[in-house]
């Protein structure tokens, strides 16, 4: 069993940047890819960014690209997502997530364990 537990939303103006954390309890995470999503009010839950076990390969979402950067710790069982350039859009609850595997994947169903949720709030 893994848990996972993300920190650092918060509520922000447009343009400002905020840095979000995901927190592994168990070193095993370093096996697997892994991805944050986020969800909208009334909206299902998207991926926004993922990475593979290694960080050597990252996939964005076009609506975050040049602007989110994704990266992973593997020796602090950390997993981050770096926010610039922050839109009203980008308002949601963020889930970080591991995959039931090691490499990118694109769809909610192919992971495995999710966190709690930290809200990102951007006001205009």
């Known amino acids: 069993q893994v848990q996972l537990v993300e920190s650092g939303g918060g509520f922000v103006q447009a343009g400002d940047s905020l840095r979000l954390s995901c927190a592994a309890s168990?070193?095993?995470?370093?096996?697997?890819?892994m991805a944050w999503f986020r969800q909208a009010p009334g909206k299902e839950r998207a991926l926004v960014a993922a990475?593979?076990?290694?960080?050597?390969?990252?996939y964005y979402a076009d609506s975050v690209k040049g602007r989110f950067t994704i990266s992973r710790d593997n020796n602090k069982n950390t997993m981050y997502l770096q926010m610039n350039s922050l839109k009203p859009e980008d308002t949601a609850i963020y889930f970080c997530?591991?995959?039931?595997?090691?490499?990118?994947?694109?769809?909610?169903?192919?992971?495995?364990?999710w966190g709690q949720g930290t809200q990102v709030t951007v006001s205009s």
């Open positions: 990475i593979n076990r290694s960080g050597g390969i990252r």
């Open positions: 168990s070193s095993t995470w370093g096996d697997r890819s």
């Open positions: 997530a591991l995959s039931y595997g090691y490499s990118i994947y694109y769809t909610a169903s192919e992971y495995e364990y």
